[in-house]
């Protein structure tokens, strides 16, 4: 089964993100420990495996009982390779742990409590999928064992490899689990394709999306700050949510995250958080500003160590009870877990916007799952506004096609100046966009602070790479039109070889722009017909080098 694994770890994994998955057991004279981890050679530091330990329970005072599930999410203590700091790595110094824990009352257990977690490891956050997997594995295992996990892994190596806007219906422990892969073609809510059903067959389980969840029950409560939230999320501000579980506030905390989706939150966060945690002090210190990070906690100890920080969400034990904006002066530590509240002095830069209150007092009997789509569809098109005169300036950015000279060096993206872009706004469309959207407000001094926040810098990191290797393919393009044959007539044998090492380094830069096979070929006729002109005691030597 060990080496059912390791097919994973080759495979799977790099789809899946499926790391390992962990059986943690606590015991009232030892405390925490991990009794079983799968594959059993899983590196992991010291440090690591008691994060995962105290983070795989509830606090003694979140009173939970029965089964509880949750995620967490840990930065790793060591890689092998220095990762780059961009948005496609980020995730890499992460793992996400999905917990099922189970606490039972009798007699007969040994100081008459059971208390053991089912965590599953992963390397990528597809929060709904794995949730649901674990919810399929942790009870089996609970009634039959490690052979349910054995089990799950062996499944887990039949799984198709992941592929952008596909389908899929998967086994797992004699049920199917059916999602989409989303694809930057897809919209908003995305249709799970429906598969013809067989008599035998069990009912597959249908899942809307891989990464979300019920995002209106868990903003329920903080609904008409909707606008503020998505200002706090979107400057990067600190923000740190209490609850009452664990399950509440990696709830809350997640959904926070992806308020401004479909841009990418480029900062931490914590989607639950314990005191006994190796970032801890870093986290409460007061000799600095609080991070840039989204954390959830459940410690009442919490109200006393973050009372600093300018954005605490208290939830209340009630999750339909709607939370008013307190001024922080309120939250003292009279009471241990503080007064339920948004506190915040946080002025917005936008009135708040009327379509929210269609939101509000929306018809009670709709299903989850239309408001959960008509929510997320407006978080989307508030994005939408504000990215969209971003996206037409960026534009402007680009090099006419006239600048590019197939026998230089090809333009980049023209610097980004934060001022002639606040003044483009006034010939922008964002006014009206927003105007008809309900928002009014000063979006100029809002687009000022957002420039600002690391959620832009990845942004701007993103549509700054995907624009120079667009210009460098295009300059490319260029280079396998030209007219060789012309150019090689007048020129002297250094111009020649110059020549040659700047054609086989464009050819190399197409291995990390994609499969360009027709460009590939033009360049090495290039190589070709220039080789011809070469003095033959000269090519014997170069030759090696400009073969391909």
Avoid at 293 to 317: E, R, S
Avoid at 371 to 376: G, S
Avoid at 466 to 485: K, P
Wanted: proline share 7%; aromatic share 10%; hydrophobic share 35%.
């Amino acid at each position: 089964h060990t080496a059912s694994y390791r097919n994973i770890s080759s495979g799977i994994n790099a789809e899946y993100g499926v790391a390992a998955v962990a059986i943690v057991n606590f015991d009232l004279e030892l405390g925490q420990s991990i009794e079983h981890i799968e594959p059993p050679d899983f590196p992991l530091t010291e440090q690591e495996r008691l994060n995962i330990c105290y983070l795989a329970f509830p606090d003694s005072n979140s009173g939970c009982s029965g089964d509880t599930c949750y995620h967490f999410r840990i930065r790793k203590e060591y890689t092998v390779a220095k990762q780059r700091d961009d948005i496609c790595s980020r995730d890499s110094h992460f793992y996400y742990g999905y917990v099922f824990f189970r606490q039972l009352k009798g007699e007969h257990f040994k100081r008459g409590y059971f208390q053991k977690s089912f965590v599953l490891l992963t390397r990528k956050p597809y929060i709904n999928l794995y949730n649901n997997i674990v919810q399929v594995i942790a009870p089996q295992f609970f009634e039959s064992g490690k052979v349910a996990i054995e089990v799950a892994l062996h499944n887990f190596t039949c799984w198709e490899p992941i592929e952008p806007g596909k389908s899929y219906q998967v086994p797992l422990l004699g049920q199917v689990l059916s999602f989409h892969i989303p694809s930057v073609k897809d919209k908003t809510q995305s249709k799970v394709k429906e598969f013809p059903g067989h008599v035998m067959a069990p009912k597959p389980v249908v899942l809307r999306s891989i990464m979300e969840h019920e995002v209106y029950n868990t903003l329920r409560p903080l609904l008409p700050h909707l606008g503020i939230l998505w200002e706090l999320v979107l400057l990067s501000e600190p923000i740190v949510v209490f609850g009452p579980s664990p399950s509440a506030t990696s709830s809350l905390v997640q959904t926070l995250i992806s308020l401004i989706a479909p841009l990418r939150f480029a900062n931490d966060y914590r989607p639950y958080f314990t005191i006994h945690d190796s970032e801890f002090q870093e986290f409460t210190s007061k000799t600095h500003a609080p991070s840039r990070i989204v954390l959830g906690v459940t410690n009442p100890y919490f109200n006393k160590a973050l009372q600093h920080w300018p954005n605490v969400i208290i939830l209340d034990t009630d999750p339909t009870k709607t939370l008013k904006i307190l001024n922080p002066k309120e939250h003292s530590s009279s009471s241990l877990r503080g007064k339920p509240g948004f506190y915040t002095r946080y002025k917005p830069f936008l009135s708040k916007d009327k379509n929210v209150k269609k939101l509000l007092r929306g018809d009670r009997q709709r299903p989850a799952e239309v408001e959960n789509i008509m929510l997320r569809r407006y978080l989307t098109e508030l994005t939408h506004t504000l990215m969209i005169p971003l996206e037409q300036f960026i534009s402007s950015l680009m090099p006419l096609h006239k600048q590019l000279n197939p026998f230089r060096q090809p333009p980049l993206l023209q610097q980004f100046q934060q001022e002639t872009f606040i003044q483009s706004l006034n010939d922008s469309s964002v006014k009206m966009n927003s105007e008809l959207k309900g928002l009014r407000g000063n979006w100029k001094d809002l687009y000022r602070k957002f420039i600002k926040s690391p959620n832009f810098e990845m942004w701007f990191q993103s549509k700054r790479t995907e624009a120079n290797q667009r210009l460098e393919l295009l300059h490319i393009e260029q280079l396998c039109e030209a007219d060789i044959y012309s150019w090689k007539a007048d020129k002297h044998e250094v111009e020649i070889v110059d020549m040659l090492l700047w054609i086989r380094d464009r050819y190399d830069a197409l291995g990390r722009l994609g499969t360009h096979c027709e460009l590939q070929e033009h360049l090495r006729h290039h190589l070709v017909s220039l080789m011809e002109v070469v003095p033959t005691d000269m090519q014997a030597t170069i030759r090696p080098a400009f073969t391909l």
